[in-house]
């Protein structure tokens, strides 16, 4: 089991405290609203749900949604949760979402990409894009660094990824890569001819949303 897996596998039943910081709130109202929009009538395959919370938010306004995670954790409490509209809850793994591509024409991955390496960031959308027909959508949400409401960042490595110290409820303390961006590093690092991007930030959160034009084909040798 990945460092981050077990991290989140002992954080699940205190994970959802994170979206009741007050000087949150206002953000998040503004990115539920916006992601409701963008999943309007889509069909969803979320990678990376965690508990649920986003799950619940898209499907107020999905078609239907296939939520995954690695782990079984943190999905036995979204579970529990109830849901607008049709939700599948499934094991998955967000580096091979080939194997879970079914009828999606939306592919949504929440707080998921700041846990990713920088150099590992264009293979994950690979991944994802193989995993979306064009005409179809990929959405990216994550935290903006925020001094006195993010955890501090501890360290930097040579790449330029950053990592924090986390402490659970019970005292034990990991080590999270966790990286940050805004509005313009974002359009730097991911504008590519196949993606109409449409960023946005708000004080705490950052949000993408892409329409996938069409992909570069590698004729069989
Ligand atoms: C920061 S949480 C985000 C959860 C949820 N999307 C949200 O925004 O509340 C990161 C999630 O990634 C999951 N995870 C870690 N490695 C994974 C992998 N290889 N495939 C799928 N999920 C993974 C963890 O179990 C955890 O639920």
Redesign the pocket.
């Known amino acids: 089991m ?1 460092d ?2 077990d991290y ?2 002992k954080r699940a039943a205190e ?1 959802d405290r ?2 009741e910081k007050p000087e949150r709130q206002e953000d998040l109202a503004h990115l539920g609203g916006w992601i409701r929009e963008w999943v309007r009538g889509r069909h969803v395959l ?6 649920g ?2 799950t619940r938010v898209m499907a107020e306004t999905a078609a239907s949604i296939v939520a ?4 079984d954790e ?1 999905l036995a409490i979204a579970r529990t949760r109830e849901y607008a509209g049709p939700v599948a809850i499934r094991r ?4 091979a979402p080939g194997a879970l591509a079914g009828d999606h024409d939306t592919v949504v ?4 990409m ?2 990713l390496p920088l150099r590992g960031i264009e293979s994950f959308l690979d991944g994802v894009e193989d995993a979306v027909a064009p005409g179809g959508r990929v959405i990216l ?1 994550d935290n903006r660094y925020v001094e006195g409401s993010s955890t501090p960042i501890a360290r930097r490595d040579e790449d330029g990824n950053t990592y924090q110290r986390r402490r659970l409820a019970d005292g034990e303390e990991f080590e999270v890569l966790k990286n940050f961006f805004g509005k313009r590093s974002l359009q730097a690092r991911l504008a590519a001819p196949h993606r109409r991007l449409d960023v946005r930030e708000w004080p705490h959160f950052w949000a993408v949303s892409y329409e996938l034009l069409f992909r570069t084909e590698v004729p069989p040798a």
């Open positions: 990945s981050l897996l989140y596998r994970y994170i979206y979320e990678l990376a749900c965690g508990t919370w986003w995954t995670d690695a782990n943190v998955g793994d967000a580096f991955a929440a707080f998921w700041s846990h949400l």
